[in-house]
Every structure is written in structure tokens, then in C-alpha cells.
T-cell receptor, first 115, second 116 residues
Framework: AQSVAQPEDQVNVAEGNPLTVKCTYS??????LFWYVQYPNRGLQFLLK??????LVKGSYGFEAEFNKSQTSFHLKKPSALVSDSALYFC?????????????FGIGTKLQVIP | GAVVSQHPSWVICKSGTSVKIECRSL??????MFWYRQFPKQSLMLMAT?????????EQGVEKDKFLINHASLTLSTLTVTSAHPEDSSFYIC????????????FGPGTRLLVL
């Protein structure tokens, strides 16, 4: 079975400060990890993904995420937060072993950037 | 990235009627489409996975006779909520991807359904 944990319901950060949204995962095989962002009453927008290679993945809108196998984490980061980054962020995982499987989403973390 | 559209973006209907929601991949061929349901302040719940030309695979607890899914072409999947009831009111989101398990899922903007 695969699972994703986003331990923080909400993260508050001042505009211009660095932000981190935490995610840990559990899979039996090799993970395929994603971050998506959702604005109110909208679908999810893809930010970035990790399959293999460099542990630091760069994505859209200046976001990046660091894959840490030993800690089974895939935290989302941005050096300088913008008010427009305020949204709901979802971490997701797919287990690549054993063929195609569904993606499991975390419960989401609300990011509030304070002007 | 790839673009996925949904229509309608919102719908209000009377209890007992059926509602059809369309999901289209606009610039790629979607071998696989997914239908999710999202409750307020909750994560996405996968309802079913559909592959073009074959029957959808429903998740445990999802009534296949109530939520009819058709994936007739590589660019279109439809979800029909039959005999809708107020408890079916929700935000329905589709996503689409190609045949490779390593391909990203791209999401539609969602459809807000309100059953009166």
C-alpha cells in the first residue's frame, strides 16, 4: 500500500520569506512523487515531479522540492514567497514497481502568504 | 503542460435527474482518464479509472450504476451522475494521462455539482 502524509493543515509565511510545505510518503517500491497546487474552485495544477536523478527538482513558479530517500520525504520549497502563492498544495505518490498503479494524494496543506 | 477541460464548470439540478460531465484532453491523447470527487477541505477521492475503449475500473465503495463513465475516444471521457441526490453534491475533477505509468496526470478545472 502507498500513502502520503502532509503533517501541516496550514502554513503561514510572510511575503518575501522562504517557505516549506512538508510531505512524507510510504511505498513498497520506488516512488514517483508529485506536487500540485489548487486555487479556490479550480482543478489541480501540476507543479513538479520526481522519478529518478537529481534529488532537487525544480518546477513551475519558482518552486522546488527535495527528495530524501532516507527520510522518505519530498518537501516543497520556495526561496521567496509571494502573496499569489496562497493556495492549497497537494503532495502525491505513485508506486512505480509492479506496473501501473493509481496516484495517492495527501490531504493538502493550505499556504497563506501574509503581505 | 497539457490542457484538460471540463464542461460544465458548475451545474445545479433537481433531485432525481441525471447530470453528464465531460472531460476533454485538448492537446494530447489521453489513454487513461481518472475521475475524482473532492469534499470541502478534503483531499481528492479517486472514483474510477477509465481506459479508452474499455470499461472503467471503479474504486471500492463507488456505485458504478450511479456514476456511469464512458471513455469513447482518446480525448473525451464522460461522467454521468444518474438519479442525482443532494448527497451527490460535490466538486468533481477529472484528470488525464498517456499510456506510460511515468507520465504526469493533468487535471481539469473541476465541475461543481449542486443537487437540490
Amino acid at each position: 500500500a502507498q500513502s502520503v502524509a502532509q503533517p501541516e493543515d496550514q502554513v503561514n509565511v510572510a511575503e518575501g520569506n522562504p517557505l516549506t510545505v512538508k510531505c512524507t510518503y510510504s511505498v513498497s517500491g520506488n516512488p514517483y512523487l508529485f506536487w500540485y497546487v489548487q486555487y479556490p474552485n479550480r482543478g489541480l495544477q501540476f507543479l513538479l515531479k520526481y522519478i529518478t536523478g537529481d534529488n532537487l527538482v525544480k518546477g513551475s513558479y519558482g518552486f522546488e522540492a527535495e527528495f530524501n530517500k532516507s527520510q522518505t520525504s519530498f518537501h516543497l520549497k520556495k526561496p521567496s514567497a509571494l502573496v499569489s502563492d496562497s493556495a492549497l498544495y497537494f503532495c502525491a505518490v505513485r508506486d512505480l514497481s509492479g506496473g501501473y498503479q493509481k496516484v495517492t494524494f495527501g490531504i493538502g496543506t493550505k499556504l497563506q502568504v501574509i503581505p | 503542460g497539457a490542457v484538460v477541460s471540463q464542461h460544465p464548470s458548475w451545474v445545479i439540478c433537481k433531485s432525481g435527474t441525471s447530470v453528464k460531465i465531460e472531460c476533454r484532453s485538448l492537446d494530447f491523447q489521453a489513454t487513461t482518464m481518472f475521475w475524482y470527487r473532492q469534499f470541502p477541505k478534503q483531499s481528492l477521492m479517486l472514483m474510477a479509472t477509465s481506459n479508452e475503449g474499455s470499461k472503467a475500473t471503479y474504486e471500492q465503495g463507488v456505485e458504478k450504476d450511479k456514476f456511469l463513465i464512458n471513455h469513447a475516444s482518446l480525448t473525451l471521457s464522460t461522467l454521468t451522475v444518474t438519479s442525482a441526490h443532494p448527497e451527490d453534491s460535490s466538486f468533481y475533477i477529472c484528470s488525464a494521462s498517456g499510456p506510460n505509468p511515468r507520465e504526469t496526470q493533468y487535471f481539469g478545472p473541476g465541475t461543481r455539482l449542486l443537487v437540490l
